[in-house]
Nanobody, 115 residues
Framework: QVQLVESGGGLVQPGGSLQLSCTVSGLRFSIHAMGWYRQAPGKQRELVALINSDGGTNYADSVKDRFTISRDNAKNTVYLQMNSLKPEDTALYYC?????????WGKGTLVTVSS
């Protein structure tokens, strides 16, 4: 049984920081690309950040230089460090694991950036 469990979401003020975590079980974590997606109300889901099995990363332009994705293969965990948060970062954030054409999704964790 594959499980992806996100944590770390919550309410934060603009300019603040938050770190999301996603712990994965039931698959060979180290060979999967891990990603964070988000979906804001009324908007389409978008890729926020991706980290490949070799450690290479990609970011959406809107979060580059503010967010950092990392992974700890020993802990089967991927992280998203979010700094300088903006109200437009408010969304449900999803963790994904992908290998070739097979992908798994977490249930999401809500991030709200508001004063």
């Amino acid at each position: 049984q594959v499980q992806l469990v996100e944590s770390g979401g919550g309410l934060v003020q603009p300019g603040g920081s938050l770190q999301l975590s996603c712990t994965v079980s039931g698959l060979r974590f180290s060979i999967h690309a891990m990603g964070w997606y988000r979906q804001a109300p009324g908007k389409q889901r978008e890729l926020v950040a991706l980290i490949n099995s070799d450690g290479g990363t990609n970011y959406a332009d809107s979060v580059k230089d503010r967010f950092t994705i990392s992974r700890d293969n020993a802990k089967n965990t991927v992280y998203l460090q979010m700094n300088s948060l903006k109200p437009e970062d408010t969304a449900l954030y999803y963790c994904t694991a992908r290998r070739t054409t097979v992908a798994y999704w977490g249930k999401g964790t809500l991030v709200t950036v508001s004063s």
